[in-house]
């Protein structure tokens, strides 16, 4: 009853307009955050399933935005944001995290289909030596060792002192989020002895970070290519010497790798201060993107811009489908628990 009467109210909300993205975000910028793009099959097999889509729900919400945006990519609504010129519909930009290889095999011709430009942020010594970011390698080594050397496992949680239930169906979340207020020496250390549990690196053969060349496809698509740091760290966690690498280093190895300006900056799990906006502001970027929830007007600061993190499971009706309704109404900033 409880979810009949949200997806009833839902549609009410955008059949009356008052969720519309027209009226709702009129005079705003809207920046949508994808990860990763997985066929259903390999969505199956990836221990962190709340970070990807399936090519056809992204086509689902390309659809959804493409109603209702002007799309462009984030460097450009950077343009229009200083000239203040005038659209006619709210502006939209599609973003993809982290720089996984999944985003040109699967992502870019859903784009192409739209005739969309996106803006990818890709995480440059990732990318150099196709290497798996520190998430992956724990929920990849983690799922491997709960099946084969739970002991052991366990014995490495008591060894970190972190308190996990192997049977907890979350646990990959649960982890993953424990391990991000560790320093990065203890994140570091962690991945490195779950894999020496199970003998070795658990990565699958599909898996893979985009190459620069598959960057310089892209940038000559008219998609954009913007830092995600270096070593996707948890920037205000960096001493100043490797806050210089993450941010000045990663620009510029894209710029020497592409060939071309890079302007936008994506903060590593949307962590950030005073120290790391100053940080990325002397760089030379031009704005950055968080992950706090909401759109953004047109005049607010370019160094801490806000997204929207697209994770289908809060977009599904009580029937199964993928709900416009309820999309509009998560979008809207008027939904219960969630500021815009």
């Known amino acids: 009853m409880r979810a009949f009467v949200r997806d009833m109210f839902g549609a009410i909300l955008l059949h009356t307009g008052i969720t519309s993205p027209r009226r709702r975000l009129e005079r705003r910028l809207t920046v949508v955050t994808f990860h990763r793009v997985l066929p259903q099959q390999l969505v199956r097999e990836y221990p962190l399933p709340w970070l990807a889509v399936t090519p056809e729900q992204l086509a689902w919400f390309l659809e959804f935005f493409v109603e209702h945006f002007t799309i462009a990519p984030l460097c450009e609504h950077l343009t229009q944001r200083i000239e203040t010129r005038p659209s006619?519909?709210?502006l939209l930009a599609?973003?993809?995290d982290d720089g996984q290889l999944d985003n040109f095999h699967y992502a870019r011709p859903v784009l192409d289909r739209f005739a969309i430009r996106a803006s990818f942020f890709v995480t440059v010594a990732a990318a150099t030596h196709n290497a798996a970011l520190w998430h992956d390698r724990v929920g990849f080594a983690y799922v491997r060792a709960v099946r084969e050397a739970p002991v052991r496992l366990t014995a490495l949680f008591g060894e970190y002192g972190i308190d996990i239930d192997l049977g907890d169906a979350m646990r990959p979340r649960t982890l993953v989020a424990t391990l991000k207020r560790r320093t990065p020496q203890e994140r570091t250390s962690f991945a490195n002895e779950l894999e020496h549990v199970v003998s070795g690196?658990?990565?699958p053969c599909w898996d893979g970070m985009m190459s620069f060349s598959d960057m310089v496809e892209l940038a000559n698509d008219g998609h954009e290519i913007g830092s995600h740091g270096m070593t996707h760290e948890c920037l205000p966690q960096c001493s100043g010497e490797a806050l210089?690498?993450?941010t000045v280093n990663s620009r510029r190895s894209l710029e020497h790798a592409l060939g071309r300006s890079v302007v936008s900056f994506c903060y590593p799990n949307g962590d950030y201060d005073h120290r790391v906006v100053?940080?990325?502001r002397s760089a030379g970027y031009l704005q950055a993107v968080t992950t706090i929830f909401g759109a953004n007007f047109i005049d607010d600061p370019a160094f801490t811009l806000r997204r929207f993190d697209v994770q289908s499971e809060y977009h599904y009706a009580r029937t199964?489908?993928?709900?416009?309704?309820?999309t509009a109404w998560r979008m809207?900033?008027?939904?219960p628990g969630l500021r815009s």
């Open 88 to 90: 006619t519909r709210p």
């Open 94 to 96: 599609v973003t993809f």
């Open 201 to 203: 690196t658990s990565r």
């Open 244 to 246: 210089v690498i993450e």
């Open 278 to 280: 100053d940080a990325v």
């Open 320 to 326: 199964g489908a993928l709900s416009r309704a309820r």
């Open 332 to 335: 809207s900033g008027l939904y």
